[in-house]
């Protein structure tokens, strides 16, 4: 399967700043990528181009006086499987003891992965009767789907996973933060995901396109996806960054002051 993949972003920025930008293709899918990504930047502007701790794809670009506008645009063709994401119900849960170290990380409250002492004995009461591995899991993203209402126009960039939990809304993050939070909540390394979700193999929905959020827990000896969002196995995910959470992979990130002009993503079947 080929999957059209790309974005046409432009910015609005009010004096000299720098860019940060996660928008390429995660290095483990970058072999699936029929030819470089085409990545164009109006104006063309001095960019320095690094890796993560997280080991994403990073840009900054450096803005400088008179520049009031700054566009990215992207376009490339990416093979995929076509299988949906797998479901391996025999995956377990790891004992403490027995996590690798550079999963640690991934137990601890973050900026918007957050969890105090409610929501800690909330997810305790409600999933430690449970059998530990795959099934906990589904257990956690079956409530998150449940309790929160998808709802594109509550979208607020500054919400947390508990602010989430009582709200009871959010957009595909919030899902990802809250299913994130409690995980961790339950000694289960979770870590956030963002990327290209097309509507393949399902009706399409009534919102603009978007990147979508998911996250990934270390079940088995490996990472493995999941969507509370969804909530069912989706075909032609397209990974481009992990992280804590939000906060660790911006798609945009200015510093300074600056507004959204423009902001259009395509991931449909080439």
Known sequence: MLIRIGYDIELQVNAPTLVVYLLQVHPSRAGDLVAPEHITLSPPLFTDYYQDVFDNHCARVHVPAGTNQVRLRNEAVVRDSGLPDPVDWSAREHPLTELPPQTMQFLLPSRYCDFDGELLAFAWSRFSNLGPGWGR????????????????GSARPT???????????????????????????????ARYATGYLGDIGVPPVPYPMDFS??????????WITFDARHN?????????????????????????????VRFDVVTELA
């Open 213 to 222: 959020a998911w996250f990934e827990v270390y079940l088995g000896g490996r």
């Open 232 to 260: 069912v196995p989706r075909i032609g995910r397209i990974l481009i960054a992990r992280g804590r959470d939000a906060a660790d992979v911006p798609i945009t990130m200015v510093f300074g002051e600056h507004q959204l």
């Open 137 to 152: 899991v589904q257990a956690i993203c079956d409530y998150v789907h449940q309790h929160l209402r998808f709802d594109y």
């Open 159 to 189: 919400r947390t996973a508990r602010e989430a939990w009582k709200e009871g809304l959010g957009v595909c993050r919030d899902f990802a933060h809250l299913a994130i939070s409690l995980c961790r909540c339950m000694n289960i390394p």
